[in-house]
C-alpha cells in the first residue's frame, strides 16, 4: 500500500524559509513523477514543482528561484525547499506521486503552510 507522509510546515514571516519532506512507504522510483501541490482556501489545488523518475524537474512561475524540489533515493523521500516565503504562498502543501506501473494518483494528507505579513 502506497502512504505518502508529508511534515515540515509550520507558520513562519514573510521572507523566511521551510523546509517540507515527503516520506513514501515504497521505492520512490516506484513513480514516474513526484511533486508537490498547494490549495489556497476557496482556489483550486495548483502544481508548485514536480521531479520525474529522470530527474526533470519543473516549477510554477510563482515559485521560481524560490522553491527547490529535491529527493533522497535513499530514504524514499522528496523535499521542498522554501526561501523568500511571501503571505501568498500560504496554503495547504499535498506531495503527490503517480504511480509508473499502477498509473494511479497519490496524494499524502497535506501540511498547512502559512506565511504571515
Known amino acids: 500500500q502506497v502512504r505518502l507522509v508529508e511534515s515540515g510546515g509550520g507558520l513562519v514571516q514573510a521572507g523566511g524559509s521551510l523546509r517540507l519532506s515527503c516520506a513514501a512507504s515504497?521505492?520512490?522510483?516506484?513513480?514516474?513523477?513526484m511533486g508537490w501541490y498547494r490549495q489556497a482556501p476557496g482556489k483550486q489545488r495548483d502544481m508548485v514543482a514536480t521531479?520525474?523518475?529522470?530527474?526533470?524537474?519543473n516549477y510554477a512561475d510563482s515559485v521560481k528561484g524560490r522553491f527547490t524540489i529535491s529527493r533522497d533515493t535513499a530514504t524514499n523521500t522528496v523535499y521542498l525547499q522554501m526561501n523568500s516565503l511571501k503571505p501568498e504562498d500560504t496554503a495547504v502543501y499535498y506531495c503527490?506521486?503517480?504511480?509508473?506501473?499502477?498509473?494511479?494518483?497519490?496524494w499524502g494528507q497535506g501540511t498547512q503552510v502559512t506565511v504571515s505579513s
Open positions: 503527490n506521486a503517480f504511480g509508473r506501473w499502477s498509473k494511479e494518483n497519490y
Open positions: 515504497v521505492n520512490i522510483f516506484s513513480f514516474s513523477a
Open positions: 521531479v520525474t523518475s529522470g530527474g526533470s524537474i
